[in-house]
């Protein structure tokens, strides 16, 4: 009789997962900065749709990298330079829109829509390599289906989390920028520094 293999996940190594999630993949990025900057131009409540597209987008992402596609989707010539030219475009699509909007006020300008999170969580370049550092970083199970499995659902909650707190961050401030000319200063500064973290995360 050959021996039994447990398939149970070894938990004792989920902290260092998550510990190595929340540095990877919680760092500033093309996605957690324009959550940040929606909160502070448009509001949380305005924001969740936008939000719910991110977090979608990324757990796609979390999925492809789980079923072992990635390697294979970025080789297929043409789409990793597609990837990077979608997220690019609606990156300055998202941060001339955070930059002219008007100071926060119920109803004063429309928040990035579901649609637009999902494109830049599926397109978001960082989100890849963030994700696959993260997956391989530690072992959950000897169990290939197993680990692979418990890793997902470990991270589904941290992408829930991270993406979250980034948007809860920038609302917190956002009372404090009614002001005219405050507001359209931290909405310029934030969609500079969006545009910004989109080149470094190109650069890796």
Partial sequence: M????SSSPDWSALPALLLTSLAIMGSPGPATVSLTAAGVAFGMHSSLRYLAGV???TAVVLLAVAAGL???LLAVPGVRPALIAVAVAY???LAYHIATAPPLAP???AAPS???GLL???ANPKAWVAIAAVFVSVRLSTHAVADAASKTVALTAMIVLINTAWLAAGAWVAPVLRDPVRSRRANVVLAAVLVLSTCAALLH
């Fill in 91 to 93: 990156i300055l699509y």
């Fill in 55 to 57: 977090i979608t987008g």
């Fill in 107 to 109: 109803g004063a300008a």
């Fill in 120 to 122: 830049l969580g599926i």
């Fill in 2 to 5: 050959l021996p039994l293999v």
């Fill in 70 to 72: 990635t390697g294979a």
């Fill in 114 to 116: 579901f649609a637009g």
